[in-house]
Structure formats: C-alpha cells, structure tokens
C-alpha cells in the first residue's frame, strides 16, 4: 500500500538520494537545471509516494516563464529501480497534473522521451525553446486548460 504526499522539508536529502540513484551523476548540469537555481519549487505540486517508509518515487515542478506567460516545468520524476513498471511514475503525473489544473495552472512543459509522456498528452512544441544544450525534440508541452499555449513562444526562462 503505497501513501501519497506533498513534499516536505525532512524528505530533501531522501529525495535527492532517489534522484541521484535513478539519474547520471551529471545531472545538476543539463540546461533545466539551470532554471531551477534560487527559484523555489511549486511545493503543492511536489509529490513523494512511500511504501511503507521507504521512498518509492516523487515529483517535483518549477514556475518557468515563456515572454511572460507563466508555466510549470515538470521534472524530475523519479522511480525506485526496484519499484519500476509499476505505474508509479504514471500515477504521480497524473496526480499532481489533476492538483495543477485544480489550482490554476494552465501549461506545463518537461524535457523527455515523447514516447513516453504522449499517453499524459504531452507533445512536441516547437513555438517553445529551452535554454542550451537541450535537444528540441525532447521540449514537450501539455495544455491543462483548452488554448493555454496559445501565441506562448520563445525561450523558457527562469521565473521571478
């Protein structure tokens, strides 16, 4: 039986442990990073799902900005190596996507396989470009409010 919450402060360094065992030791320096440094998360938004005690998967979600117009950067969401096929990636998606639109959020943007994030309908923008070096077909968007992108193009920033 797994237990769904919001993030909190005591789960920082468990969490960073997930994300450094399922990620390349690298991955503080790929360009979404960047838009992440000195910008708090969106904290209702940032998920841990637990079986028992031990930390199975979470999520976590940036304010970003495209000319303006404000939006969410999903990422990184990660999956125990042990937990994995389990659908657990999906359910936080999924979950935290549903709280998103509940509290008005419109748009979300990720850096990943379109394969995979298509079922979430998440798909390729090419109105939208992310800092360097990210490759352009991996910039996937999802509207969560009919129309929200919109006329949003350009470079994603950091957010204020």
Known sequence: ???????????????EALYDLCFAPGRTALSS??????VDPVR?????????????????????????????????????PTRQGEGLGGLLINESLSKAADLGWSRALLVGDEPYYKRFGFHKNP????????????????????GAWAGVHGMVEKAD
């Open 33 to 38: 990073y960047r838009l992440r440094d000195g």
């Open 127 to 146: 109105h939208v470009e992310m800092p360097p070096p990210t490759n352009p077909d991996r910039v996937l968007t999802l509207e969560l409010h009919p």
């Open 44 to 80: 209702a938004l940032c998920l841990t799902l637990r079986d028992q005690a031990a930390l199975a998967a979470v999520i976590r979600y940036w304010p970003i900005c495209i000319n303006g117009a404000r939006c969410l950067l999903l990422g990184p969401v990660a999956v125990h």
């Open 1 to 15: 039986m797994y237990q769904l919450a919001q993030e909190q402060p005591d789960d920082w360094w468990e969490v």
